[in-house]
């Protein structure tokens, strides 16, 4: 529980990856919860299948940007670090995104007059507060400035996010 606290910490732009060594059990444990929340999130915005297929290549983006921008930094030693870093802090957000899901079918049901607007709103706050961490991430492991650790998040997120979506739509 402690090591999960200390993962949830970096949400926050607190702590560093690279002192924190999660253990065989704590990297599965954490990779299930993020193929069965995106595959809820996304079986939600699409068919079952779909969001399944989508997340599956989620993970095969993410799993290869990580390994190849390691291997280039010559970072590798701190794969299960970064991984899980990110993997617990992309489940943290994803848990928000149900979250945030569940009010927007509430607010529908309510009719709330600005609903899209505030659902819209929340999901581009949840959106930059993601590229926000990831960003802290690449930092702290790569001793980034600003700049290239907000170029190298933006560019995960497109790898990992973007590029599933286009696949999926063709």
């Not at 090591?3 to 990856?17: G, K, S, V």
């Not at 001793?143 to 995960?156: D, F």
Request: proline letters at 4%; aromatic letters at 16%.
């Amino acid at each position: 529980m402690n090591l999960l606290l200390n993962y949830l910490w970096l949400c926050l732009f607190r702590n560093n990856p690279i002192n924190l060594i999660p253990g065989p059990s704590f990297v599965a444990k954490n990779l299930g919860f993020y193929l069965v929340s995106g595959m809820i999130v996304e079986g939600l915005i699409s068919d079952p299948v779909s969001g399944t297929l989508e997340v599956l290549m989620r993970t095969i983006m993410a799993f290869s940007f990580i390994t190849v921008f390691l291997l280039t930094m010559k970072k590798w030693q701190y794969f299960k670090q970064v991984f899980t870093a990110i993997f617990v802090c992309e489940n943290f957000i994803i848990t928000l995104a149900i979250a945030a899901e569940v009010l927007d079918v509430v607010m529908v049901m309510k009719h709330v007059e600005y609903q899209e607007e505030i659902s819209i709103g929340i999901g581009v706050f949840l959106v930059i507060w993601y590229i926000s961490v990831i960003s802290y991430i690449f930092r702290q492991v790569f001793l980034y400035t600003a700049t290239p650790s907000v170029i190298s998040a933006i560019s995960y997120f497109i790898a990992s996010y973007g590029i599933p979506m286009l696949v999926m739509e063709l």
